[in-house]
C-alpha cells in the first residue's frame, strides 16, 4: 500500500495544502482553498480523484493547532474518513517549527510551510497520533471564554484603582486584598468624593454590606479628602468602569454556573476528594489533561504541563536546574493555585512544604515542587480511579530507599581520565581539582572504593577501613 502525506498550512480564511510521497517528492503541487463550502468541496473532489488515480494508498493527512483556524479543515478530513482512506492529526506547532529550522530554510511561505507539515509527517511519524478524539470541546472553549472575562475583569480593575486614587483615595483602603462589590457599588453612585461628601448615611447605608456606621466614615473620610479630581467628566468615567466590572462578574458567575451544570465529566469528584482542588480547578484540570491514557508515565504528563526540570550546564562549569516552562502557561496557573490552597489546607502537603523549606529552598522554589508533587498524585489519581488518600503516598515514600551520594566517575570520561594538562580555563582547572579532592575526601571519610585504575585500587587497600 502507497502510503502520501497531505500537509495543511492553516490561515484564517484560507488553508495552503501539498501533498508528498514517502520520499519527499511532491505528489499534488501546492494549492490553496478558502474556508468556505465552495473550499471544502473542492478539497473533497481533489480527494476523490486523488485515490482514483492511487488506489491502493493511504493519505495521511497533518493541520498545525493554530487556536481553533483548524478545526473545520479537521472535522471537514473526519467527516470523509468514511469514504476514503485516509487519517488525520493534529500537531504541535513547536514540533514543526523545530524540524523546519533543523532543515536551514531561509525562506518562509504557506507553500514551504505546507510542505514543511507533510515533511514532518514522514520524519517524526512516531510522534505522530491519528484520528484522536477531541475531549470536551465545547466545554474547552466555554472555559476560554470564562478565563477572557477574568482577564477583562482584571483590566477593568486596573483601571478603577488609577481613577480611583485620584476621585476616592480613602476609599482605597478597602481594598487591599482585592476591590469588595460594595466598594463598586458606592463608587457606581459616588463617582467622586465631592459626591460622597454630600450624601446623606441613610442613603449610602442602603447599599448591601454597608452599615449605617461604615457609611458614617465613608461620609467623614470623603470630606477630609484630598482627591484632586472632582469634575463630573471623570466621575461619568469612574461610573462606567464600575458598571463593566460589575456586568462582567455577573457574566462570570453565570458561565461557571452553566458550565458546572452542562459538564458530565466523572474524574471532575475523583480530583475534588483533594483538599486544595475546587469545581472550578478540577474542570481546569480535566479540560488540560482530557483523558490520562494519552500519556504513558507521569514524567510524560509534567513534561506536558512544562513541570520538568532543565538542566543546563557551560563548558566553564556554570550550571543550574530550572523548570522548563514549556507549552502553555495555562495549566501551570491553575496547578499553581491548587499548590498555594494545598499548602494552606492539605496537612500532607503543607508538611513536604515545610520540609524543603527547611532543606533551604525558596518559597517558590517550594511551590514549584508540591506542583510537581500534586501531580503526579492526579495522575495516580486518575490512572487508578481512586480517592485521595493520603496514606497511600506516606507508604510509599516510606519504602523509598535513601540513596548514598557517592562521587563516580562519570561515563563521559569513561576512555580518558581528566588530565590537567588539557588546554582548559582557568574556572574549568579549578573545578576539576576541587572534583579530585571531594573524591578523595569521600574515599578516606567513607571507605568508598569507585571503580577506577587499578593503581587507585591499590593505593585504596592500603588505606585502613573506620
Known amino acids: 500500500m502507497e502510503k502520501y502525506y497531505l500537509g495543511c498550512d492553516v490561515s484564517k480564511g484560507y488553508c495552503d495544502f501539498v501533498i508528498l510521497d514517502q520520499s519527499k517528492k511532491v505528489a499534488e503541487a501546492n494549492f490553496q482553498l478558502d474556508d468556505t463550502a465552495e473550499g471544502h468541496t473542492e478539497l473533497c473532489r481533489i480527494i476523490h480523484d486523488f485515490t482514483l488515480y492511487h488506489r491502493d494508498s493511504i493519505i495521511y493527512v497533518g493541520l498545525e493547532s493554530t487556536g481553533g483556524y483548524e478545526n473545520n479543515w479537521y472535522e471537514l478530513f473526519r467527516k470523509i474518513q468514511s469514504i476514503y482512506n485516509l487519517q488525520v492529526a493534529r500537531l504541535n506547532p513547536l514540533g514543526v517549527h523545530n524540524y523546519a529550522k533543523a532543515g536551514l530554510n531561509r525562506i518562509g511561505t504557506d507553500k514551504i510551510s505546507a510542505r514543511n507539515v507533510a515533511e514532518y509527517l514522514i520524519a517524526h511519524s512516531e510522534k505522530v497520533s491519528y484520528n484522536q478524539e477531541e475531549y470536551y470541546g465545547a466545554l474547552r472553549r466555554q472555559w476560554k471564554f470564562v478565563r477572557f472575562l477574568k482577564k477583562q475583569k482584571v483590566g477593568l480593575l486596573n483601571q478603577l484603582e488609577s ?32 459626591c460622597l461628601a454630600g450624601a446623606d448615611a441613610e442613603a449610602v447605608a442602603e447599599v448591601p454590606y454597608v452599615t449605617l456606621k461604615r457609611a458614617e466614615e465613608l461620609i467623614g473620610a470623603a470630606r ?30 453565570e458561565q461557571e454556573k452553566l458550565m458546572m451544570s452542562s459538564c458530565k465529566i466523572p474524574e471532575i469528584d475523583l480530583l475534588k476528594s483533594f483538599t486544595g482542588i475546587g469545581n472550578f480547578s478540577a474542570l481546569g484540570l480535566m479540560l488540560e489533561i482530557g483523558t490520562v491514557e494519552r500519556f504513558r508515565s507521569v514524567k510524560a504528563l509534567a513534561s506536558y504541563f512544562g513541570l ?64 510537581h508533587k500534586i501531580l503526579r498524585i492526579i495522575y495516580g489519581m ?44 582557568r574556572r574549568q582547572n579549578k573545578k576539576r581539582k576541587e572534583q579530585g579532592e571531594s573524591q578523595n575526601d569521600n574515599i578516606i571519610k567513607n571507605g568508598i572504593i569507585t571503580p577506577a585504575q587499578e593503581k587507585d585500587n591499590i593505593i585504596l587497600e592500603e588505606i585502613p577501613m573506620r
Not at 395 to 416: H, I, P, Y
Open 163 to 194: 481613577l480611583l486614587y485620584n476621585t476616592h483615595p480613602h476609599i482605597l483602603t478597602y481594598c487591599r486584598a482585592g476591590v469588595p462589590e460594595w466598594v463598586l457599588r458606592v463608587a457606581e453612585k459616588y463617582p467622586t468624593a465631592s
Open 308 to 371: 520538568h526540570p532543565v538542566y543546563k550546564e557551560s563548558g566553564d562549569g556554570i550550571w543550574g536546574v530550572r523548570m522548563s516552562k514549556m507549552g502553555r502557561k495555562e495549566p501551570r496557573w491553575i496547578l499553581f493555585m491548587v499548590a498555594t490552597c494545598a499548602i494552606i489546607k492539605n496537612e500532607m502537603i503543607r508538611e513536604l512544604y515545610l520540609e524543603y523549606l527547611e532543606k533551604g529552598k525558596t518559597k517558590m522554589q517550594a511551590i514549584g515542587i508540591m506542583m
Open 382 to 425: 486518575l490512572k487508578s480511579d481512586t480517592l485521595y488518600d493520603p496514606e497511600i503516598d506516606r507508604a510509599n515514600r516510606s519504602k523509598a530507599v535513601k540513596q548514598v551520594m557517592v562521587q563516580r566517575t562519570g561515563k563521559a570520561r569513561r576512555f580518558q581520565a581528566q588530565d590537567h594538562q588539557a588546554p582548559i580555563s
Open 224 to 253: 477630609r479628602s484630598i482627591a484632586a479630581t472632582t469634575d463630573p467628566v471623570t466621575g461619568q468615567l469612574v461610573r462606567v468602569v464600575t458598571q463593566q466590572i460589575l456586568q462582567v462578574g455577573n457574566t462570570i458567575k
